[in-house]
């Protein structure tokens, strides 16, 4: 099992920034592949960002550009950078982990609320 602990978030106005974090413990082999998905009242819960182990990423086309990951391996963390906000970014982003031979995340945090405000 793996804890998944986020910190970070708050209200911002549009074109802010601000930066979440999340910190991980329990079986490292689960946390292979860590990163942040997010969910907006009334919508599906959707990929942010992700980062492997090795560094490799994937970002939703809505975040690049904006959005920054990056993780310490000494410490098992994993950050969100977020510049120029917008109101839609608005939502609960859940920090989540999974090992390598699952092609997603399959372990979450609690959740931070980022609130941008127009």
């Known amino acids: 099992q793996v804890q998944l602990v986020e910190s970070g978030g708050g209200l911002v106005q549009a074109g802010g920034s601000l930066r979440v974090s999340c910190a991980a413990s329990g079986g490292i082999a689960n946390i292979y592949r860590m990163g942040w998905y997010r969910q907006a009242p009334g919508k599906q819960r959707e990929l942010v960002a992700v980062i492997t182990r090795g560094g490799n990423i994937n970002y939703a086309d809505s975040v690049k550009g904006r959005f920054t990951i990056s993780r310490d391996n000494a410490k098992n963390t994993v950050s969100l950078q977020m510049n120029n906000l917008k109101p839609e970014d608005t939502a609960v982003y859940y920090c989540?982990?999974?090992?390598?031979?699952?092609?997603?995340?399959?372990?979450w945090g609690q959740g931070t609320q980022v609130t941008v405000s127009s």
């Open positions: 989540g982990s999974g090992p390598v031979w699952d092609g997603g995340l399959r372990y």
